[in-house]
Nanobody, 114 residues
Framework: QVQFVESGGGLVQPGGSLRLSCAAS????????MGWYRQAPGKQREWVAY???????FYTDSVKGRFTISRDNTKNTVYLQMNNLKPEDTAAYYC????????WGQGTQVTVSS
């Protein structure tokens, strides 16, 4: 059973940066398309970015040019570099397989506030 553990969140001022990490357990990581998602209070979970097994990347419009998704298959880890953070980026961030989601992890909280 695959599991995901997210880390790297925190409190940051507008314009700041954070790098999130997601460690995956289980086999087959390198063949998965992996995604980052976020859920703000009172809102539905939304996808933010995903990266294919061939390292093609895709982003939701609101984060294009600010966020970068990457992966290290030797560490079964996917990353999300977030720059120029805005208050509207405040949310709990999760990773998962983009297709055929596995169990959701605990997420990591990102709060952007002055």
């Amino acid at each position: 059973q695959v599991q995901f553990v997210e880390s790297g969140g925190g409190l940051v001022q507008p314009g700041g940066s954070l790098r999130l990490s997601c460690a995956a357990s289980g086999s087959g990581f390198s063949i998965y398309t992996m995604g980052w998602y976020r859920q703000a209070p009172g809102k539905q979970r939304e996808w933010v970015a995903y990266i294919t097994s061939g390292r093609a990347t895709f982003y939701t419009d609101s984060v294009k040019g600010r966020f970068t998704i990457s992966r290290d298959n030797t560490k079964n880890t996917v990353y999300l570099q977030m720059n120029n953070l805005k208050p509207e980026d405040t949310a709990a961030y999760y990773c998962n397989r983009y297709f055929n989601n596995g169990p959701w992890g605990q997420g990591t909280q990102v709060t952007v506030s002055s």
